[in-house]
Structure formats: structure tokens, C-alpha cells
């Protein structure tokens, strides 16, 4: 029956079927006692690793924890099965259970540990060393540690991962020939191990039992290259003696250095620069680990933080386990905005669009708690983060409205729609017609979730109201029968409804940041053609205004000439008779104009002031000032918005100003009266119209958080 038992029980480990291993277990509730207390042979957790069966392997294990310490007949623990046959997923998930699993010695006291360096699987390697760093003294009948293994088989990014966390002592140890790791280096002609072992400081003079020294070694196979570099380095040391007893020093320089982040003690940082050099280069050689800069953020040590940057910046790039980077971690923290603002200033602000778990960025993160100040920041520093996707496909506008972050949407929007970097009008219509994997636009999402204020503001932006999901519906589909009446209302006729209730007045005061006026679009839309104009036109359009307005000028100078040659006195007379009389003003309101002087007969008063005050009133006159009018204010205009830069803005708004004045002076002369009041009114309009647009226009210029 035992026998039975146990073959049955083979057959249920190489098929992974836990729910007969339960129907066996129910039969003969003894089945494991036949392998409890037996070394050399294979149980249940060796055949489900072996195999892959990942899930059946943790259920045994958790019924019969003993048997994964247990080796087979060929030597091999359950973990060195599964790192040999590469069943990455097995092996992380059984040390998850037991960490000691790393340190049981198989067949020639080799560990999962040296297997991993043999087999040159790094992410094994990082794995094992995270969950137990001193399985690093761990070493085979031979004396070999998992760094003399990984040189001995040329695994060069397993070596690179133990040579950043191995201390001295590791990086002398001698094997049962009294080979360094110099020395296998050297003898496999691996050069840039060579050279990082030198940089670690290690004993370039030590000898192995045939006397000879890593340089000797190179001498004999003549590795030329390693030769020279040994050379520069080697000279008389005294022999390095290494005690076990103190047990400060069994603590990893990398162990130390998490302690003085996590105090945020400045000054040991530096003693332990002062100790190892390259330390923090070290720390920055292993792909997935937790660096200081993690620990000090997640302390909010600000200055420690800032001087782990000064040191290496690199270090803002290296996720940990949990592929977290320091400014994804800074983010969900969420109070640590002076460290964000440090990190922003690395790379021109592109860690904004690291991606994390699921390629979320540090956007997304803030998108999902609503924080709209981080939202701002991460804006201001990478505009174009706002086109990152998650693997769900969803934009930063798709989280907001998901999680129910109204402020945050609102502000995502005005910040899209307010954009001017290159390209931008065409990215604000992709963004907001874009789908999730599910097909959805913010469209559906936000008559899914009842919204009708950001239904009418997405409608307003002009999003295609009839863009159907995966499953072919519109949003007036999605839109339920208990869904608010407005909602359907918009989206049937697909215009922006002017009507709110007096329950909408709070979100009302937010759409008001995200809704733009007639003016704000004008002046957006102009800003964004300029910034998108190339030079060549921009060039070609100052000429061409600067020659029209230097034509009409001319033309404003020497109008068609007045048939009546009175209309030009009557104009200068006629302006310093009102001058004088406003000075001489009384409270009768009774003023009277004398053109004696001018005509010599009082009869004649009424019409010489109608011609003095309208001049010549023919169609073609008309045209002529009305033309030339608009068509050196437009000039000047024109002029003054496509220039490249607000300084030359500032720069050249004198002289505009001062060029416009002479026009006007100029019609008190050429002109009648009638079109020096118009073009006097236009000098006051003209500079207020410039002020107005330059301050519309720097609302949407960048802020610095």
C-alpha cells in the first residue's frame, strides 16, 4: 500500500495536480512520513521544481517544509533543480518561503547560489543576495566562492553583481590552489574584471601554491594587455591579514551604508567613501537593489538625498525589487516635493516619464492620488509626459476620472490645452480622443460615471462625440436611463449646454479651470501657430509687413490730393479753436466757434465746420484712410506678435509705439479731422491691445514649481 502510495504520489508531482494531491492525502494521510528524516531521495518538491510546478511545490512545502532541505540521490536540493533548469518563478517563490533555501550545499558543497554564477543567471543571483547576503562566504569543497565559480565559467554580468556587493576578504579569498579572483581573471583574459578588481584595491601580490602572482600569470599565457596593467599597478605590499572575529567588520560596507540613509547621517556617508571609493559605483552596478537614495527619500532625508545626487546622479535611474524608482517612491510618499524638485532638475526632467509596475509613470501615480500640485510640477518640467500610457492603455485623464479626481482632471486638461510646445494642438486631439484597452474615451468614461460638467467640457473641447468602444458602443449608448437628463441631452445634440443647476455649482467653480474664453483660444491658437511656424516664414512675414506698413506710411503722407484746399486750414484751425476753448471752458456749456477769420461771413459757419470736421467725404477718400488704417495696424501687429522672443517684445514696443504716434500726427496734416480722432483712438487701442494679448499670453507660459 505504501508502495502504491508513493508512486501515485510521483505520478501527482509530474503532473502538478494539486487536487489529487489532496484525494491521495485523504486515502493515506501518511504519504509524507515515507520521505521525512531521508536524505538522497527524491520527494514530491524535487519533481514539481524539477519540472516547473510551481504552485504544487509551495502546497508541499507548506505541508511538509523539511522536505525542501532535503538533497536527492544525485546531491541536488529542490532549489539547485529548479535554478538548473531555469524555472526563475519556482525558485524565487521557495526562498520567498525559506531564505535559508540559498545557503543548502548539494553535491560538492555547491549552494543555489553557486549554481546561479555557474549558470550565469544575474536575476537569480540579485535575488539570493537580496534575501541573504551572506550566503556570499559560502564556499565548495574546492574553497571556491559563487565569484570564483562565475569567473571560472566567463559569466561576466554575474561577476559584475558579485564584485559590487563582496567585500575585501571575498575579493582575497584564495580556493584550494590559492587562486584569487585576480588570478582567474586574469588567467580567462577577462580585462575589465582585471581592472575593476584593481579599483576595489585587492592584493595584486598575492600568490597562489605555485608561487606565482596574477602578474606571473599573465607572463606565462602573455595576455599583453593585462600584463601592462598589472604592471602599473604592482609593487611590494605587506600580506593582508583578515580576522573573522570582529563582528563590525562581517557587516557589509553596503549594509553600512543603508544604515547611515536611513539616519541620514551625512558625515558617515563620507567615512565610508573614505573606506571604499567606489562604493556608491558599486551600488549602482547591480540592476534591481535598493539604493541610499531610496532609503533617504522614504526617511524624507532632503539632504541626504541631495548629496547622493551630487555624488551620482546615475542613481536616480536604478529601480529597486519592486521596480520602484527613487521618483516613483518620492511620489506616492507625496510630502516630499523639495526632493521631487531636486530630481526634476536631472536629465531636463525626463524621469517624469520613467515607467514603473504596469508602465506607470510618476504622472499616472499622481493622477491616481489627485495631487494636483505634483500634477503641475511634472508638467511644468516634461510637457510631453502627458502622452504616456499605462499598459491599460489609459493616459493620465483616463485615471483621473476612473478614481474620481475631478480636481485633478480639470487641471490635467487646462494644462493640455493650454500646451505650446511643439506639436501640441495635434496631441491635445489625440489625447482626448483616446482609447483605453477597453476602447473607452474619456467620452464613455465620464457618461459612465455620471459627470455631466466634464461631459460638457469634452464636448466643448470638441471630442468625436460618436467614437465607439470595443464592444461598438458610443457614449450615448453607455449613457443609462438613470443617467442625468442633461448628459443625454449633450450628447444628442452634441453642443455644450449653457443651462446649470444650483447642485452643479461646486463642480461649475472647478470646470472653470479647464474651460477656456473665446479670447483665452484666440490668443492660444495664435501662440501655438507661431511657435510651430518655422523661421523661413517667420522671416518672410516681417518683411512683408515692415514693407506694408512702410508703403501705407508713405501713402499717409501724400494722400490723393483735396479738391477743396480749405479742408486742410479748416483742420488745423479748427483743432487749435477746440484746444483753446477747452482750456477756457465754463460751466454753461455754451461754447461758441468763430470761423470769421476763416470765411469772412457767419452764414457760411455751419458748413465750414461740417468740412472741416469731415474734409473731403467721397467714397474713394473713405476707402483710402480706411484701408490704410487697418492696414498699418495690422501691419504692426503682425510685426509685434511673430517676433521670436518676450525680451524683443519688450525691446521693440517703444519705437512701435513711437511709429504709430507719427502716423497719427502725420492724418492732422494730410488728413481730415475726422480721421485724426479715429487714428488717435487707435493710438490708444493699438499699445492696450498689444499689453492685453502679451499678458494673455504669458497665462500660458511654463511655470517653475
Request: net charge neutral.
Amino acid at each position: 500500500m505504501d508502495t502504491d502510495a508513493i508512486a501515485e504520489l510521483k505520478a501527482v508531482s509530474e503532473a502538478g495536480n494539486i487536487d489529487a494531491l489532496y484525494s491521495l492525502i485523504g486515502k493515506c494521510g501518511h504519504v509524507f512520513e515515507q520521505f521525512d528524516g531521508k536524505s538522497l531521495v527524491e520527494n514530491p518538491i524535487h519533481i514539481a521544481a524539477r519540472n516547473g510546478h510551481t504552485h504544487f511545490a509551495l502546497e508541499v512545502m507548506r505541508l511538509k517544509p523539511s522536505l525542501a532541505l532535503i538533497l536527492n540521490a544525485q546531491g541536488h536540493s529542490p532549489l539547485h533543480l529548479a535554478v538548473q533548469k531555469g524555472h526563475n518563478t519556482t525558485v524565487l517563490r521557495l526562498q520567498e518561503m525559506n531564505k535559508d533555501l540559498v545557503r543548502v550545499q548539494g553535491r560538492e558543497g555547491m549552494t543555489p547560489l553557486h549554481c546561479a554564477a555557474e549558470k550565469g543567471n544575474h536575476q537569480l543571483l540579485v535575488a539570493f543576495l537580496s534575501a541573504n547576503l551572506e550566503s556570499l562566504t559560502d564556499v565548495t569543497i574546492r574553497k571556491q566562492t559563487a565569484l570564483h565559480v562565475a569567473l571560472q565559467n566567463n559569466m561576466v554580468d554575474c561577476v559584475h553583481v558579485l564584485l559590487s556587493v563582496s567585500w575585501k576578504k571575498l575579493l582575497n579569498w584564495q580556493d584550494e590552489d590559492g587562486n584569487t579572483p585576480l588570478h582567474i581573471a586574469t588567467k580567462y583574459n577577462q580585462f575589465q574584471v582585471v581592472k575593476k578588481l584593481i579599483d576595489r584595491q585587492v592584493d595584486i601580490n598575492a600568490t597562489n601554491r605555485e608561487n606565482s602572482t596574477a602578474l606571473g600569470v599573465s607572463q606565462e599565457l602573455g595576455n599583453q594587455e593585462i600584463k601592462d596593467l598589472l604592471l602599473a599597478f604592482c609593487a611590494p605590499s605587506i600580506p593582508r591579514v583578515y580576522s573573522s572575529v570582529n563582528n563590525y567588520m562581517r557587516i557589509s560596507l553596503n549594509e553600512r551604508l543603508m544604515d547611515a540613509a536611513e539616519a541620514g547621517n551625512i558625515s558617515m556617508l563620507y567615512s565610508l567613501l573614505e573606506e571604499e571609493p567606489y562604493l556608491l559605483q558599486y551600488v549602482d552596478d547591480i540592476p534591481f537593489a535598493e539604493t541610499p537614495l531610496h532609503v533617504a527619500i522614504r526617511f524624507s532625508h532632503f539632504h541626504f538625498a541631495v548629496e547622493i545626487l551630487k555624488l551620482k546622479p546615475s542613481l536616480c535611474r536604478r529601480p529597486n525589487q519592486e521596480g520602484l524608482y527613487p521618483i516613483h517612491l518620492a511620489t506616492k510618499n507625496g510630502h516630499n516635493c523639495k526632493i521631487l524638485q531636486r530630481l526634476l532638475t536631472v536629465d531636463g526632467g525626463d524621469l517624469v516619464r520613467l515607467p514603473w509596475r504596469e508602465d506607470k509613470t510618476p504622472l499616472h501615480l499622481a493622477a491616481e492620488q489627485g495631487d494636483v500640485h505634483l500634477l503641475r510640477m511634472f508638467l511644468s518640467a516634461c510637457p510631453l509626459s502627458i502622452l504616456d500610457v499605462t499598459i491599460r492603455n489609459e493616459t493620465a485623464l483616463h485615471i483621473t476620472l476612473k478614481e474620481n479626481k475631478l480636481d485633478a482632471f480639470h487641471c490635467l486638461l487646462r494644462q493640455l490645452r493650454t500646451a505650446l510646445h511643439e506639436g501640441s494642438k495635434e496631441q491635445e486631439k489625440k489625447i482626448l480622443n483616446s482609447k483605453d484597452e477597453e476602447g473607452n474615451t474619456l467620452l464613455h468614461i465620464a457618461t459612465r460615471n455620471n459627470y455631466p460638467q466634464v461631459v460638457r467640457v469634452l464636448l466643448n473641447c470638441g471630442v468625436k462625440v460618436n467614437a465607439k468602444n470595443s464592444v461598438g458602443l458610443t457614449a450615448l449608448d453607455v449613457a443609462q436611463d438613470d443617467s442625468p437628463k442633461a448628459i443625454r441631452q449633450m450628447l444628442m445634440k452634441a453642443k455644450p449646454s449653457r443651462a446649470s443647476t444650483s447642485d452643479d455649482h461646486h463642480q461649475d467653480n472647478n470646470i472653470q479651470r479647464s474651460e477656456l474664453s473665446f479670447v483665452d483660444r484666440t490668443v492660444l491658437s495664435l501662440m501655438r501657430y507661431k511657435r510651430d511656424m518655422s523661421m523661413e516664414v517667420r522671416s518672410l512675414l516681417l518683411v512683408v509687413s515692415v514693407l506694408i506698413a512702410t508703403v501705407v506710411y508713405e501713402a499717409a503722407l501724400d494722400p490723393p490730393t483735396i479738391k477743396d484746399d480749405r479742408a486742410k486750414n479748416n483742420n488745423v484751425s479748427l483743432l487749435l479753436n477746440i484746444m483753446a476753448m477747452t482750456n477756457s471752458s465754463s460751466n454753461t456749456h455754451n461754447y461758441t466757434v468763430s470761423f470769421s477769420n476763416i470765411n469772412g461771413s457767419r452764414n457760411s459757419t455751419t458748413s465750414s465746420r461740417i468740412h472741416a470736421l469731415l474734409g473731403d467725404t467721397s467714397y474713394t477718400t473713405i476707402l483710402f484712410w480706411t484701408s490704410n488704417i487697418l492696414a498699418l495696424s495690422s501691419s504692426v501687429l503682425t510685426v509685434f506678435a511673430i517676433l521670436p522672443s518676450e525680451y524683443i517684445h519688450s525691446v521693440l514696443f517703444v519705437p512701435l509705439y513711437g511709429f504709430s504716434l507719427c502716423y497719427v500726427v502725420s492724418t492732422a496734416f494730410t488728413g481730415s479731422l475726422l480721421w485724426f480722432v479715429i487714428t488717435l483712438v487707435l493710438l490708444k487701442v493699438l499699445p492696450g491691445g498689444l499689453l492685453y494679448v502679451y499678458r494673455v499670453s504669458f497665462r500660458f507660459k511654463p511655470r517653475t514649481y
